[in-house]
């Protein structure tokens, strides 16, 4: 099982970015896939969540700002970031739940993170 996380880069305060996570190994549609990030100096946050029916959670200070989607036919999922903030710094993973969301935050298999810098 792999999942490489990519898309981050440097991105003003209000900006966006779309994260895009590619899975080998498994399929995104049949495992619950999570986000998280972990800050310099900050214990891992987890961001969202899709089960594999399509269902969605995600975290407080993420909801009306962050938008999980997948692609099946692509076996990949995505995070689009919008109105990013400095303290959205960090560097974000992609990986399998294997409780399929219905104990957050849990995270099991992840691979290579992106690093996002939102900054002026």
């Known amino acids: 099982v792999q999942l490489q996380a990519s898309g981050g880069g440097l991105v003003q305060p209000g900006g966006s970015l779309r994260l895009s996570c590619a899975a080998s190994g498994l399929a995104v549609d049949y495992d619950a896939i999570v986000w998280f990030r972990q800050a310099p100096g900050k214990e891992r946050e987890g961001i969202s969540c899709?089960?594999?029916?399509?269902?969605?959670y995600y975290g407080e200070s993420m909801k009306g700002r962050f938008t999980m989607s997948r692609d099946n036919a692509k076996n990949k999922v995505y995070l689009q970031m919008n109105s990013l903030k400095s303290e959205d710094t960090a560097v974000y993973y992609c990986a399998t739940d294997p409780y399929s969301c219905r104990r957050l935050w849990t995270w099991d298999y992840w691979g290579q993170g992106t690093q996002v810098t939102v900054s002026s």
């Open positions: 899709v089960t594999k029916n399509g269902s969605t």
